[in-house]
């Protein structure tokens, strides 16, 4: 059982909104998708991808949990500038998806945040009962393009 450390928990910290282009954000990822050195699309799911901020802890963080339950997990990372923020991505023509993150701090992960995609202005995620909205193709396409643009920051390990 991994002790979190007192400076990764939340305690009366506040959420901090924004987040800097060049900053780095880590997200955990099973052996199972690591794929000649680097992470395999699959890996990358919306909506609401977890990642932990780099301006608020360490990568080491983003695998560390009380039941050690992702122990063995990679990590990987990305800029913010890689989602992209804020910049509106035609699908099809018609359809706009836009992107930002979001700081949500749990109790026990500060740096603990999300990816937020919206679909013009509806933010779509599982709360919503509105994943219809994310359209396959497009998200196949994002996850492609965060594969080929994130670095393993610590390689996983095969279960045995």
Known sequence: ?????????TLEKPRIHHFRSDERLY????????EDG????EAFRLPDMSVNRSLLGPPEWTILTEDDEYVLWGVTA???EDIPVGVEMPHRGVIIFTFRPEHVPL?????HSEIWVFREEDHICRKNKNLNLLD???HLRWRERLSQLADVIIQPTEEE
Do not use: L
């Open 1 to 9: 059982m991994a002790e979190i450390p007192v400076e990764m928990t």
């Open 78 to 80: 990305f800029r913010v």
């Open 27 to 34: 997200y955990r990822f099973h052996f199972d998708h690591w």
């Open 136 to 138: 396959p193709e497009f």
């Open 38 to 41: 680097g992470v395999a699309a």
């Open 107 to 111: 109790r026990k992960n500060y740096p």
